[in-house]
Each structure stands twice: as structure tokens, then as C-alpha cells.
């Protein structure tokens, strides 16, 4: 029976008659405390109780002096301030009288408590039960030296009748002590019961009364540093109530949103600790564990430790069942982030699964165009997670096989989704599915070609047909460029003046690039002003990396071919662009400049001359800012020098001098090799266009000087 339900029923006219009992011994308080409950409960009394100041300090003052006298006592108040904390208006009371740090330390107490219970019944146990497997030994040691009668037989006599002498009084005393420990081992366990029952009720709402408070972000930091999450995860391990769990699960969740809560989490190993819970009947309890084990994916190591443990095939289960399946596929989601876990996929037929309920659940309104602002759903989320594991080769040919391919384009169509067609595109990276799109080509091309999708659609659309072309196939190139007409297509995109999408001007150059590994379509762009387009957006977008290597390696493509090359070198500005990044910061960009360089130094031309002297400033400046360096780190230091401080008359007489002539001669050239000049000509992208001025304005008076009309009939007809 509840300590409510052991007292008479309350009145709110007789409060004070209640405030008097808690001036009482023990029994009077718990009664009065009980009284007070049944009013707290009822929310009409709520606000004149929250204006008796007597009742509100005889409440604190009673919890904070006699908390550790009686369990029942605790519970009662903690009730009643529990009632007021489920009203935000009514907060301020809580906070002014300190009940919420008072909550702990009684919450702390608790816990410790049962520990020191529970220890005395293990430790009982340990005391009493015997090793039933051995027999008890002899306190009487064996002789260690030989009899002085000189036979054996005596000391062997002996000494088994000793034996059997102690082991009988061994065994009386353990039989007795059996009987004695039984009785109070059972006492123990019934005490400890007893004990976890009533903590259980004070344990649940004096959390209760924290997770109502903690929304004032000031009290859950003081919450922070008196080590909540200690107390919850310790409250977690100690008890199995299914109420109280869920609640301890769901304060958890909350404190996860912050940084130092989640470290805190982490520290005490709460992912080992969640695992079990998993495993529950109760439906409740495993949504709100999925909760936290929700944010807690945010981190990485937990999300590698969730791994370790084994709870991948778990999130793959709880994806059929329809209470689960919105935070099943968000832990996925972010567990698919690791290239090391998409493998791991596809160990099962989850991939395989995975994406016959995306073929099933999936229409026009629900992925990808959720304009309503709400939180993505399911199907949203299923598609994110296929995206992901669509970069995972072993994954992508398991979504592609068994006409799952045909079924996902038929659709992307349909609907005119980009996610989708982001699935697809991200499909035709490999190379093995590569002979899949063959067939479906046309119908790609013509997506890209016809103008009628939306932005988002045809980048996703271009950036699958550059994959496809890309790729060392049986797709005729040019036969394709020429049957859709993508060649306007691609230099509308490439138009400076048209300022295009980023996104869609990248797809653009790509493009361009894969386009050009076949000599007839790279005629077919550089008749159309491709390299000129390439060029001008190369100077505005030069502070983007991807866009800046996709441009160079076009131009890698267009030098494979010795007439594009001639072209390209002659008749625009991309090897001065070409030595200004030879010198980039970006790795991959040095070394595809380095490529068209070698290319471009082959020739016959006057760009060889120039890039060999560009090369050889660039490790010059190299060489001297290392010599610099080493100089700087070696200080001025006591050692002597090798070398004499003066010239002998030897020196003098056996070695040419360099005249000042000489001297004058190496100087009257503007690329002399003087260390001066190469430290200054080192560039860097920033100063781009001025540099690649300078180089081209050098080689400019050996070309061909035509007028702009003449240019252009040249680039019509050179490739006829």
C-alpha cells in the first residue's frame, strides 16, 4: 500500500494542520508529508500551495535534515516538488529552495546505499559457502623431516587420525555455519528487495523532477557539474524497473544534445550499457534507446564502438518493424558514413533488401521534394542510406543486379526526383556497372539535351553520362555528341557570361574532359570555343579546386591529340595558366600540370624554352628558401669554419675571374638566372591572370597575327 493510500483524504483548508505534523517525529512527518502529496496531485491546489511560503520551507527544511532517516519521507516531498515541476510557471519555486541539487545528493546517497547492501550479501555468501570440490585441508602441518622412531608407518598413522579428527570438526562448523547463513542470506535478500522497491518510486521522481527543470539551460549545466550522467548511468546498472528505465534512457537523450554530457557518456562506456537494452520486450524502451544511440552517432569513435559490438545487425533488424524503422534508418545513415562499414553491408542481403523497400515505398511526393519543411521521412532517409552505400563497389553491383537498376531509372524518370538520379549516378562510378547504362544512354542524353528538368535534375543526369562516357567502353563518343546535339548543350553551360550554377558549370567541365578523349568531339569543341570558354572560366573560378583540376585535365585530354594540341598551345592563354599552377598548393593539380607541361615542352614551339626556364625557377626559389631555412635553424654558432677566411695568391693566379663584361652580359637579359629575379618570379594562383599576361605577351609576336574574323574562320576550318 502507497503512503498516499495509508492516510485519510486531504484537505486544502486544513494545510497548516498539515505543516504542524511535519514539526514531529518521524511517523507524524511522513503522515503530514502524505496529506500534502494528495494535495500537490490534484493541479487546482498548484498555485495556493506555491504562495505558502511556511509549507514550501517546512518542505525543504524537513527533506534536507531528515532525508537519510526514512526512504518513505524522501519520496513523499520529492512527489510534491515533482508535481510543481511538471509547471514551468512554477519552476522558480524549485530552484529558490534548491530542491534539484538537494534531489542529488539524496539520489547519491541512494545509490551508494544499495551498493553497501548488495556487497554485504556478496560478501556474505563469499564468508559461508564452502568449496564443495575440495576437501577442507588440515591446519596441522605434515612433518617435514623423518620420525624419530625411524618408520613412517607411525607418523602416517598419526597423522590421519588427526586429520580426520579436524576434518570432522571442519565439517561440523561449516554445517552449522550453513544453517545460520541460509536463514540470514534469505533475510538479507528480502532486505535488499525491499530496499530497491522503494528506491525504484524515489529514484523515478526525483529524476522526474530533474528532466522537467533541466529545461532551463543554466540549471542543466549546474546539473552537468555535479555529474548527472553518473548518477543516471549508476541508476541504469542498478536497477531493472522498466518504468525507471525508460525515464533514466530518455534524461540521457536529452543531456546528449551537448558536447560535454555526450564526452561525460562516453567516458563511462554507455554504448556497452545500451547494448542489453536493445534486447527488451518493451517497445518503449527500445524506441527511446534507438534515441540516444541516435545522437550519440554523431561521434565518430562511438560510432565505431557500436560497430565493435555488434550492433549493426541489430539496426538492420529493427528496419522491418514499423515502431522502429524512422530511427533504424537514421543510425544506418550516419553508420554508412564509413567506408569501412559499407562493406560490411553488403555481408547480408541488406543491400539487397534495402533497396526493393526503396522500389516499394518510393513516389513523386515523398523523396527528395518535401517542401513542407517537415522532418524527412522514412523513405527519405532509406534513399540517404542508399546513397551512401552506392560509393561502396561491392554494394553498388548488389543494387544493380537482378533488374534493380532498370527499375530505379524507370522511376527517377517518372518522377523527375534528382535524389534518385543522384543513386543512379553515384552507381555508374564503378566500372563494373558501367555495361549496364549502355542502353541507357539515349534516354540520358536526352534528359540533359531537352531542357524540360529542373537544374538539380540535369546536373545529376550530366554527371551520369559523364561517368558512362568516361569510361573505356563500346559507346561510340561522337555518335552520341552528334545524335543529341550535346555540344550546344555543353558550351550554354560553359558560357561565362551566362553565370551558371557552380555546381552545374563543374558538370560542365567535366564534361568537356570526357568529351575530349575522343579526337572527333574534341575537333568538335574547339570549333565551338570550348578552350576559350575553359580559359575564362578558369580565371573566374580559380580559388576552386575541383573546378581548377577537372579544367586541367580537360586540357590533358585536348593534348592527347596533336591537332587540338596545336591549338590549344597556339591559340590561347592555357599554357601560361599551365606554369602559374605548376607551383599550386594542391597536389593533384601539380601533378596534372606537370603532365600537360611534358606534352606542351615536346612540341615545337617556343612554350618548351619558356617552360624549362619556368621549371627551373621554380626549384630554384625551392632550393633557396631551404637553404634559408637551414641557415635560420643553425644560428650563429661557435664552430670554425672549413674553408680559410682569406683567398690565397694561388687561388688568385690559377682561377678566371668573371669580368664585369661577363657580368653585364648575364644581367642585360630580363629571364637571367640571378637569384634576386627567381625568388620574385614565383607565383602563386592569386595572381593568375597578371601572370599568365606576362607569358603569353612573350610568345605573343611569334604567332600568327590575324584579325579576330580571320581567328575565326582558322578555328572552323582546321579540323575540316
Known sequence: MSPVESVPVAVLNCIDDYVELLYDDIPEK????????????????????????????????????????????????????????????????????KIGSLCMDVIDYELKRYDQWKEKVEGKKQVVTPDKNEPPKSRIPEPKRRPKSGTWAVADVNMQKSRSLVSSYHEDLCSASDEFSKSDEE???????????????????????????????????????????????????????????ILIVSFLQKLSIFVENKNSMASKGIVEKL???????????????????????????????????GLLPKFIQFTSDDKHINLAMKILYHLSMDDRVKVMFTQS?????????????????????????????????????????????????????????RE?????????????????????????????????????????????????????????????LSSNNNIDTYAVVERYNLIPCIMKILDPERCAAAELVLEGVVAAGALSGEERAAAALLRAGAARALVALL??????DDHVLHTVFAFRQLLSHPRAAD????????????????QDKNSEI??????????????????????????????????????????????????????????????????????????????????????????????????????????????????????????FTKDINIFA
Open 30 to 97: 511522513i503522515k503530514g508529508s502524505a496529506l500534502i502529496l494528495q494535495l500537490a496531485r490534484n493541479p487546482d491546489n498548484l498555485i495556493d500551495l506555491a504562495r505558502n511560503e511556511a509549507l514550501l520551507s517546512a518542505l525543504s527544511r524537513v527533506l534536507r535534515e531528515e532525508w537519510k532517516r526514512s526512504i518513505e519521507l524522501s519520496t513523499n516531498i520529492v512527489y510534491t516538488f515533482f508535481c510543481f515541476s511538471t509547471y514551468n510557471e512554477f519552476h522558480p519555486v524549485i530552484i529558490q529552495y
Open 187 to 245: 533475510q538479507m535478500k528480502r532486505k535488499l528487495k525491499t530496499l530497491s522497491k522503494r528506491q525504484e518510486q524515489l529514484l523515478r521522481v526525483a529524476f522526474y523532477m530533474l528532466l522537467n527543470i533541466a529545461d532551463n539551460i543554466k540549471v542543466e549545466e549546474k546539473m552537468h557539474k555535479k555529474d548527472i550522467v553518473n548518477l543516471l548511468i549508476g541508476a541504469m546498472e542498478r536497477h531493472s524497473n522498466i518504468d525507471l528505465l
Open 275 to 309: 547494448a542489453p537494452l536493445m534486447d527488451s520486450s518493451n517497445a518503449d524502451l527500445v524506441n527511446v534507446t534507438l534515441k540516444l544511440l541516435f545522437n550519440l552517432t554523431f561521434d565518430t569513435k562511438l560510432r565505431n564502438k557500436m560497430i565493435k559490438l
Open 349 to 405: 542481403d541488406c543491400v539487397k533488401l534495402l533497396t526493393d523497400m526503396l522500389l516499394l515505398n518510393v513516389n513523386g511526393e515523398s523523396i527528395g521534394n518535401n517542401s513542407s519543411g517537415n522532418s524527412a521521412g522514412a523513405t527519405d532517409v532509406l534513399l540517404a542510406l542508399c546513397i551512401n552505400l552506392a560509393w561502396c563497389e561491392r554494394a553498388a553491383i548488389q543494387m544493380s543486379a537482378e533488374g534493380r537498376l
Open 408 to 468: 530505379l531509372l524507370a522511376r527517377a524518370f517518372r518522377h523527375r526526383n534528382h535524389m534518385l538520379m543522384k543513386l543512379v549516378r553515384n552507381l555508374s562510378h564503378h566500372s563494373n556497372n558501367v555495361p549496364l547504362f549502355v542502353e541507357f544512354v539515349g534516354d540520358i542524353a536526352g534528359a540533359v539535351t531537352n531542357g524540360d528538368a529542373s537544374e538539380e535534375f540535369t546536373i545529376e543526369c550530366l554527371g551520369t553520362l559523364n561517368n558512362i
Open 539 to 544: 580565371r573566374l573560378r580559380q580559388a576552386d
Open 567 to 582: 591549338y590549344l598551345v597556339s591559340r590561347t592563354e592555357a599554357p601560361a595558366y599551365l606554369i602559374d599552377l605548376m
Open 590 to 711: 601539380r601533378k596534372m600540370c606537370d603532365n600537360c607541361l611534358d606534352i606542351i615542352s615536346q612540341m615545337q614551339n617556343e612554350w618548351a624554352a619558356r617552360i624549362k626556364l619556368e621549371r627551373f625557377r621554380c626549384h630554384n626559389g625551392q632550393w633557396l628558401s631551404v637553404v634559408e631555412t637551414l641557415g635560420a635553424e643553425g644560428g650563429t654558432g661557435d664552430a670554425t669554419d672549413d674553408l680559410p677566411p682569406y683567398l690565397s695568391a694561388e687561388y688568385l693566379t690559377t682561377h678566371r675571374l668573371t669580368t664585369s663584361d661577363s657580368q653585364t652580359s648575364l644581367n642585360e637579359d630580363s629571364d637571367s638566372f640571378s637569384g634576386e629575379v627567381s625568388m620574385h618570379r614565383v607565383s602563386s594562383r592569386n595572381a593568375l591572370d597578371d601572370r599568365a599576361g606576362d607569358l603569353f605577351s612573350a610568345t605573343e609576336t611569334s604567332l600568327l597575327k590575324a584579325s579576330e574574323t580571320d581567328v
